[in-house]
């Protein structure tokens, strides 16, 4: 019966430490977190407590009064405070962080031993892939990434990193191959020699991913089935089928039942390895391989969800229904698909890298099938706003029956806000005039950092390139997108992602059409578009009188309830002048960021220069005890040692709230 009352007493003390400790600490307290450090903390200090005092007391037959007064039992309880509140500090430092669905980083939810057993796992990976990097002398080349000479050494030894590393790894290097306005032409083709051998799922394998994914039976479904897959990639494979309600062909794609798994360990090492190299080369930290990383994975967590791409590939058909340049989008099977499988038509096709024979047999005019799957390009871009971002020769195809250009694969799709696909237009008419004025507005449109644009310099360097690409049979895409960018990076601005992503697979783009078409220039061509565009603006009201009319009704409609407002607007206006209560007052603290992190910086200041002094005056008092040999000195003591353990709290808040900052400025 003491025993049990014992404990009851303890576990109410634990629970009063959990709340306390909580709300010295601050908000967002993971409880994982509080629960373990309560429970250590608990357990020590009351196992020193006993050891070193109560078992040489009759503590059990105690009153409650006595002991709670006792000042042994006072030590006790604070030092189970403070142990709590640095075990705690002690979790966050070293808690674990992972990728979340927009590829920042955030401190994981799960249980800490699960967090803990999936973190040595990440560990022991991603040190398998530095030792990788450590063999291969990727460090060593890394230092000389400077010199141009010497990139063929860094390409080679990049490209056995993510060769022997495999999976994900594999996948990044193709990705990064493609990314032609940052890599020098050595990394390039380093890169695109990279080949991922997958080994195709299994009959039984298939079998189950159908039963687990079709709504129906597999029979019901379909009347044939073709069993041996006519492609296979580290994401999914692709079967030949017919459809049992119509007979219609069929492609299904099934997603490979370990690609979650895969992605779950290799992402999260990917961007550790990035920070890596980052750590190891202001060359890579200066390219942004780590972000690099980080949007690879994003676009890669779309592309396991099969959802996502049927939705894209239905708003880009949507979206070109009353397009005059006519492309074929294969029709997908919604009531079959889901995020594991889609079900579409089959198309009847060769890629454009090897239809030459199909071109000539149809008669196709090589020119206008480039102009069309430009045209279809710009505009899903520049009116759309939704554009295929992956337009690489397997993803293009000449229809066998109309010779028609067709459309494949919407996992990687971009979308354009108004205000890029204006900037968008701008660069493209800039770029059509020559006129770096246009141009550079095209580009504050299209990035980030407006704020910090100096727009003299800009529009100078700009200027140097239209000069670069003036009296030329071709513009050469690449070079001129890659400057671009150059000049982004070199100003310290930051394109929007969708925008990146744009002028890249425009680079994409510009390499399947000279495939098609070998002398095919995509910005002469553009410039042809772009001048039809405006054309079609220019005469919309003249064309389209009805939608004309309903447009301009519709904003009037917005406009008018504003306009009537303004004369009373005004007189208020005047009216406060005069009486000289409108003043303009503009300093740090008008921008709700600035103040908020000064009046945060001056508040923890506060509590620092606080903590230091009730440290200081403290240890005075503790001093200053040691001479007076009067009663009063006990009263002294204890001010001394609650001081001190004041201040401990105090410093021990401060550094939970600064490795928080640490790791929000790290995302």
Not at 387 to 408: M, Q, S, T, V, Y
Request: glycine share 4%.
């Amino acid at each position: 019966m003491i025993y049990a009352k014992l404990f009851i007493q303890m576990i109410v003390v634990a629970i009063c430490i959990y709340f306390v400790s909580g709300r010295l600490m601050g908000t967002q307290i993971k409880f994982t977190k509080r629960i373990l450090s309560v429970v250590l903390s608990v357990s020590l200090t009351s196992f020193v407590y006993w050891y070193s005092y109560l078992r040489y007391t009759d503590y059990l037959n105690e009153s409650m009064v006595t002991a709670v007064t006792n000042a042994s039992t006072l030590i006790w309880i604070a030092s189970m405070l403070l142990i709590t509140m640095l075990l705690y500090l002690f979790f966050e430092l070293f808690s674990p962080l992972e990728l979340d669905e927009r590829g920042n980083r955030h401190t994981s939810q799960k249980f800490f031993l699960n967090r803990l057993r999936n973190q040595w796992r990440q560990q022991k990976r991603l040190r398998q892939v530095v030792q990788i990097g450590l063999t291969n002398g990727f460090t060593r080349a890394l230092k000389y990434a400077r010199h141009r000479e010497n990139d063929r050494q860094l390409a080679i030894a990049f490209r056995e990193i993510l060769e022997q590393s495999g999976g994900i790894f594999i996948k990044f290097g193709q990705v990064l191959s493609t990314r032609k306005e940052l890599f020098s032409e050595a990394f390039i083709e380093e890169l695109g020699s990279l080949q991922q051998n997958v080994k195709p799922l299994t009959e039984e394998q298939v079998k189950e991913i159908l039963q687990e994914s079709l709504p129906y039976s597999l029979e019901s479904v379909f009347s044939y089935f073709d069993m041996k897959p006519i492609a296979a990639a580290s994401i999914g494979q692709v079967h030949k089928a017919i459809l049992r309600r119509n007979n219609e062909e069929v492609v299904v794609k099934l997603l490979r039942p370990d690609v979650k798994d895969i992605m779950r360990d290799d992402l999260n090492i990917l961007v550790d390895f990035a920070d890596w190299v980052c750590s190891k080369s202001t060359w890579a930290e200066s390219l942004g391989f780590r972000e690099l990383a980080i949007g690879f994975a994003n676009g890669l967590r779309e592309e396991v969800n099969f959802d996502i791409e049927v939705r894209n590939t239905i708003q880009i058909t949507n979206a070109l229904v009353e397009s005059p340049y006519k492309v074929k989008i294969p029709r997908v099977y919604t009531e079959f698909s889901n995020k594991c499988i889609i079900v579409s038509e089959f198309v009847h096709g060769q890629s454009v890298a090897v239809g030459d024979a199909l071109f000539y047999e149809l008669e196709i005019d090589r020119r206008e099938f480039a102009r069309t799957v430009l045209y279809s390009f710009m505009e899903q871009m520049l009116v759309s706003g939704i554009f295929h971002a992956d337009p690489h020769p397997g993803n293009i195809f000449i229809d066998k029956k109309e010779g028609l250009p067709i459309l494949l694969d919407f996992g990687a799709v971009g979308r354009l806000a108004a205000p890029q696909q204006e900037g968008m237009k701008l660069l493209l008419l800039g770029i059509r005039q020559n006129d770096a004025s246009i141009l550079y507005d095209g580009v504050m449109l299209l990035i980030e950092d407006v704020d910090h644009a100096e727009r003299d310099d800009i529009e100078q360097a700009l200027g140097q390139i239209l000069l670069k690409i003036s009296y030329v049979d071709r513009v050469p895409t690449e070079q001129l997108i890659q400057s671009l960018f150059e000049v982004v990076r070199d100003y310290e601005l930051t394109f929007y992602p969708s925008v990146g992503l744009a002028l890249r697979s425009l680079i994409t783009l510009d390499g399947t059409l000279r495939i098609i078409k070998p002398d095919f220039d995509i910005f002469v061509e553009g410039k042809e578009y772009t001048k039809k565009y405006i054309e079609s603006i220019l005469k919309k009201p003249f064309k389209e009188p009805g939608a004309t009319k309903d447009f301009i009704e519709d904003e009037l409609t917005m406009i008018i309830p504003t306009l009537r407002k303004i004369p009373s607007r005004i007189d208020r206006l005047v009216q406060r002048v005069e009486s000289g209560k409108i003043i303009l007052h503009h300093d740090i603290f008008s921008d709700r960021k600035n103040a908020d992190f000064v009046t945060q910086l001056f508040s923890r200041f506060v509590l620092l220069f606080v903590g230091i002094t009730f440290g200081i005056i403290s240890a005075a008092l503790l001093a200053i005890a040691q001479f007076v040999y009067e009663a009063y000195a006990v009263y002294l003591n204890t001010a001394a040692y609650v001081g001190l353990f004041l201040c401990a709290i105090l410093l021990v808040r401060l550094s939970i709230q600064a490795i928080r900052d640490m790791k929000r400025s790290n995302n």
